[in-house]
């Protein structure tokens, strides 16, 4: 009997480990599409759109950032380099952690929420989202990929 209770402690605790790690941590090794909205605002035109994705003939960029009209942003070609870049952001911080992540603060009526989805291929994908809560490390990715984008503009 003792050494069933040990076994089950000891199974136990591995799940306990495995739970607190926060999802599988797949390194990420290309992208077929990422698009991240994020609600900074109410007023008009209070959000920020990041969109990138693969065509056939290399990759387009979309860039809306807060408090702009989105006709004024426009599609512009990326260079593979860059991507390179986006995907090492995305493994330097574990983005494929928040894989799953959907909670609400339903106490706020009017606060700040962002959606990320990211496509690595037709089958894996990466979607997040969240009301006035955050996965581990949210403001730290977003300031790199505000970074990012920001130096894809110029």
Request: charged share 25%; with cysteine; hydrophobic share 35%.
């Amino acid at each position: 009997m003792r050494k069933i209770l040990v076994l089950l402690g000891v199974v136990l605790m591995g799940f306990g480990i495995f739970a607190c790690a926060g999802g599988s941590g797949k390194k990420i090794t290309g992208i077929k599409s990422f698009d991240l909205s994020v609600n900074e605002n109410n007023m008009i035109h209070g959000y920020v759109h990041y969109v990138l994705r693969k065509t056939d003939d290399g990759y387009i960029a979309n860039i809306k950032p807060v408090n702009i009209d989105p006709d004024e942003c426009h599609d512009f070609p990326v260079e593979e380099s860059k991507v390179e870049d986006l995907i090492g952001i995305l493994n330097t911080y574990e983005v494929s952690k928040w894989d799953g992540f959907d909670k609400v603060d339903k106490r706020v009526l009017d606060g700040r929420s962002f959606t990320l989805s990211v496509w690595i291929n037709d089958e894996d994908n990466i979607s997040a989202h969240g009301y006035m809560k955050y996965p581990n490390n949210y403001k730290e990715v977003r300031q790199a990929l505000d970074d990012f984008f920001d130096g894809l503009n110029k």
